[in-house]
């Protein structure tokens, strides 16, 4: 019967054991991923920050459009990969500032890509592009600064009303319709370097902000594997406590024959007992009666002995009663 309640208090313990040692696994990938993610953003932010500088050089030197092309391919699909990261993400929260980061990153290369066609000297062509690479970085930027956080916001307000981002606007716009530079050459390359800083420190931030939340997901899920397991076993220790205790008091079958035997034994060694016990009383009662019969038998000639003494002095009396009568006549 204990073997039979251990059984099911065992079974509870190693399922407590497997799902302890899944959900350590799962927040051991967890953190695994948070670590993948915050190593792969530096290695994709130094490639694409490589990759523009050798843009803009090459745009410089070469066939503006073909440089242009292969660069931004590459750096596209550096940022394509990262953004693939997300879908890894633990939860759809940490995915969803995963991907604001990475909005930020590709709006960050929108600015640096119009900047390196800007200073190429635009034709036909490129003026194209460029005005494409303006829209694109200012639709993205807009988008991802309503997913920040508060203090992403405040950032991104300080930016985007401060003057060297105002400079960088009206030079795009300036360039976008083929009119004159609105301010002299090292005051849009200065606006553009504090721009172009600030959208990569807006992308640091919240970039930091998602790695940040992916490794307190980790955190949780290896607390909550710790808690959930240590919570099965002491409920199993409970369960098995109580099952041996309660089929401590069943009565296994087999135990119960035999007691019942044991009973039967000792009930028909009692009575054998009292058969014996009356036969004893009745042997000595028998005993006890042998001496008063014989002392009755050797009391019993004397009524005899009266009765015949009787007899004999019966005619004697019956003589003298006739004399006497006798006499009285």
């Known amino acids: 019967m204990v073997l039979i309640a251990f059984v099911p208090g065992a079974a509870l313990v190693l399922v407590a054991l497997v799902i302890g040692i899944f959900l350590v696994q799962q927040a051991n990938h967890v953190r695994g991923l948070a670590d993948e993610t915050a190593r792969a953003s530096n290695d994709v932010t130094r490639t694409v920050v490589g990759l523009q500088e050798r843009r803009g050089k090459a745009l410089l030197a070469g066939d503006?459009?073909?440089?242009?092309?292969?660069?931004?391919?590459?750096?596209?699909?550096?940022?394509?990969?990262?953004?693939?990261?997300?879908?890894?993400?633990?939860?759809?929260?940490?995915?969803?500032?995963?991907?604001?980061a990475v909005d930020l990153l590709v709006a960050t290369e929108g600015l640096y890509r119009a900047d390196s066609l800007a200073l190429a000297a635009l034709d036909g062509t490129t003026r194209r592009l460029f005005t494409d690479a303006v829209g694109g970085y200012r639709t993205t930027l807009a988008s991802a600064a309503g997913r920040l956080t508060q203090s992403g916001r405040e950032r991104y307000e300080a930016l985007v009303r401060g003057e060297d981002w105002s400079t960088l606007t009206a030079v795009e716009n300036a360039y976008a319709d083929a009119a004159p530079l609105p301010v002299a050459m090292p005051t849009w390359r200065a606006a553009t370097a504090v721009a172009g800083r600030g959208l990569g420190e807006l992308f640091a931030q919240q970039n930091n902000f998602a790695v940040q939340m992916t490794v307190d997901h980790a955190h949780r899920t290896l607390g909550g594997a710790l808690a959930g397991g240590v919570a099965i076993v002491v409920f199993a220790g409970v369960v098995m406590a109580v099952a041996i205790r309660l089929a401590g008091q069943l009565k296994d079958p087999r135990r119960l024959a035999l007691g019942r035997a044991a009973v039967a034994r000792k009930a028909a060694e009692l009575r054998r007992a009292e058969v014996e016990r009356g036969t004893g009383q009745e042997t000595e009662s028998r005993q006890r009666?042998?001496?008063?019969?014989?002392?009755?038998?050797?009391r019993s000639p004397e009524p005899e002995r009266s009765a015949e003494l009787r007899q004999r002095s019966a005619p004697r009396h019956r003589a003298t009663a006739a004399r006497s009568g006798a006499a009285s006549r």
Do not use: C, H, K, M
Request: aromatic letters at 6%; hydrophobic letters at 30%.
């Open 64 to 100: 503006r459009l073909a440089e242009y092309t292969g660069f931004t391919q590459r750096i596209d699909d550096a940022i394509a990969g990262l953004r693939e990261l997300t879908r890894a993400a633990p939860d759809a929260e940490t995915a969803y500032q995963q991907n604001t």
């Open 289 to 298: 009666s042998e001496p008063r019969r014989s002392t009755v038998a050797q």
